[in-house]
């Protein structure tokens, strides 16, 4: 019989938090079929219209084209079975089955989102909850393991430690159809850029160190940069988990930069799971988390995908036209003969190859914007043989069973490609504005308007 949740069930679920699309909420119930999950809810802006339309493809005729392959994912009239399908179809044979978990459709009454969006409401960033709302349209959710501990019986109740990471964009473009005056991009990383703008937008108040190229290098060295670089300043972008409870970082809004009483709440936090040593607790654990990234390498996979994005948006921006067959508002504009020359030289391509420009962008863009969640118990405390990995930290002589997970990875839309070649100008125009790269010379008025 299906499972149906209605307005009673609302108290076993607590805000765990959220991003820019989904709520995330955990179970704190006491049915088997829910312990050890959590639900994720689709938002929906403060004004916008319904976007539900029963018995209707969710997808455009576009978009059924460009993802044809995945017949269960075209074929589905419900908004969450797509997501779902994409999730399970298409990133997860790109990234390996194991790291993906697609979850399972919950069906849920208009009364249970209701009463949701009631009780999370005080607990969301206030940023957060005037822009968007818990979709109460909806007829189903997508419940699935919850990532920051173990699976329920495995872990014999010692503490279980998780790291949550967006790794954003692991390489600089090289492509040939970025424009003159956007070569910055070929030696700046895209996150660096964007902190420039976030920064000029007060969605910040500091930029931050982390360099995604020292995550994705290889080189422990660089990765243990990387992770104290996110602990420094975690932004929306590092949060740990202990026991499935936040102990470091943002719940949906972010945080800017540790202070010395986090880090030393953080410490403290670690007694149990991290042994005593001559240096911090702290430190050891970023070890552990640098080892296992480098020990995993499961970040030479996710940046094979990202990669599928070859051409940049600038390039891919062309094929997007071409895929529409629409007139192309990029060229247009453009001005400079050289880039218009290279340009037009995309409009002449076959229809199937813009296709799969077009869905290999679609498809980096989930990569870039996913998240990754490492979770830690001592190699004594599960039981689960060949299925876990394992790691040794030598500052303090233990050793970890871990597991790796991609998270969040959400099918981006068609129509979204102008938004991110709107939001790439907007970036590179405000860096830009920088000088030698001192953010603290960018004129906030000068990109009010960007």
């Known amino acids: 019989m299906e499972v149906k949740l209605e307005k009673k069930d609302a108290d076993d679920w607590v805000y765990r938090g959220e991003g820019a ?7 704190s119930g006491s049915s088997p079929a829910f312990i050890g ?7 929906v802006g403060r004004n916008a219209p319904s976007a539900v339309v029963q018995n209707q493809p969710v997808l455009t005729e576009q ?32 990234l390996g089955p194991k790291y993906v978990d697609a979850g399972v459709l919950v069906r849920v009454s208009g009364e249970f989102l209701k009463c949701i969006e009631e009780k999370v409401t005080r607990h969301r960033p ?38 949550e990471i967006k790794p954003k964009c692991g390489f600089l473009p090289l492509s040939s159809f ?21 920064l000029n937008n007060k969605d910040i108040s500091e930029i931050s160190k982390y360099n995604p190229l020292d995550l994705f290098s290889g080189s422990k060295e660089r990765i243990q940069k990387a992770i104290e670089d996110l602990f420094a300043t975690p932004q929306n972008n590092f949060r740990v988990f202990l026991n499935g409870s936040l102990i470091l970082g943002g719940l949906g809004g972010g945080t800017s930069k540790t202070n010395t009483i986090t880090k030393q709440s953080f410490e403290d936090d670690l007694k149990g799971v991290i042994q005593p040593t001559k240096g911090s607790r702290t430190a050891s654990f970023m070890q552990l988390i640098a080892e296992t990234v480098h020990h995993s390498r499961v970040l030479d996979q996710l940046l094979d995908v990202q990669k599928l994005d070859h051409l940049d948006i600038e390039g891919a921006i062309h ?58 118990v001592p190699t004594d405390d599960v039981d689960g043989g060949s299925q876990y990995s394992s790691v040794h930290m030598p500052s303090t002589n233990q050793k970890f069973t871990y597991k790796v997970n991609i998270i969040d990875l959400d099918l981006k839309r068609l129509k979204t490609i102008e938004d991110y070649y709107e939001l790439d100008q907007k970036i590179v125009k405000c860096y830009s504005q920088v000088a030698g790269g001192d953010h603290r010379k960018c004129n906030p008025a000068s990109t009010k308007n960007v």
């Not at 699309?21 to 179970?27: R, T």
């Not at 995945?70 to 399970?88: G, P």
Request: with cysteine; charged share 25%.
């Open 21 to 27: 699309a989904n709520l995330v909420l955990a179970y």
């Open 126 to 163: 206030s940023l957060r909850v005037d822009a968007a709302k818990v979709d109460v349209e909806r007829d189903y959710v997508v419940i699935m393991s919850d990532h920051t501990v173990f699976p329920h019986g495995s872990s014999k109740r010692r503490p279980c430690i998780s790291v």
């Open 63 to 94: 978009e059924r084209l460009l993802w044809k392959e995945a017949k269960e994912m075209v074929a589905s009239q419900n908004k969450d079975a797509v997501e779902r399908f994409f999730t399970e179809l298409v990133m997860g044979p790109l």
């Open 319 to 376: 094929a997007y036209y071409n895929f529409l067959s629409r007139p192309c508002t990029v060229c247009m504009n453009l001005n400079e003969a050289k880039a218009l020359h290279a340009c037009k030289s995309l409009h002449s391509i076959p229809m199937d190859e813009s296709l799969k420009i077009v869905k290999n962008y679609l498809i980096a863009a989930t990569a870039k914007d996913c998240s990754m969640m490492i979770s830690f």
């Open 178 to 198: 970025i424009a003159e005056e956007n070569a910055v991009k070929k030696y700046t990383t895209r996150f660096r850029m964007h902190q420039a703008l976030k």
């Open 37 to 43: 999950k959590v639900m994720r809810i689709p938002k």
